[in-house]
């Protein structure tokens, strides 16, 4: 395995190949029982991101931490975030925003480093 530790949203989609069959426990894929109403505010406060990058491919950063790689859309909470944009080779992008609901949509166009 090569690359970094990520933290993988909750509730995004997974593919993975294996050699070979594998016993699953269908009890530990089962949603937590919770509050619906908790769970509906909850998930209401969030505000969705969309961040995507020329070129394609750069590391997401989220206050300091790494969500992914362009494009994505990552969930973050209410308040406010900086949010990086790095790739080998180009400077850094970073934008402070401020969120509360919704949805928000940002373009990082990066340029070249400077030798």
Known sequence: M?????????????T???SGDTRLDEAKF?????DTTTAAITNAAMT????ASTPPGAD???DGKFVGNTPS????SPGDHEITVKKSGFAVWDKKVS???GHINLSADL???SQ
Do not use: M, N, R
């Open 30 to 34: 089962q949603p937590a029982k919770t």
């Open 2 to 14: 090569h690359g970094k530790d990520i933290t993988i949203p909750k509730g995004t989609e997974i």
């Open 111 to 113: 340029t070249p480093a």
């Open 60 to 62: 997401i950063e989220v």
């Open 48 to 51: 969705l991101v969309d961040v």
């Open 16 to 18: 993975a190949y294996i």
């Open 99 to 101: 969120v509360s609901t």
């Open 73 to 76: 859309s990552i969930s973050v």
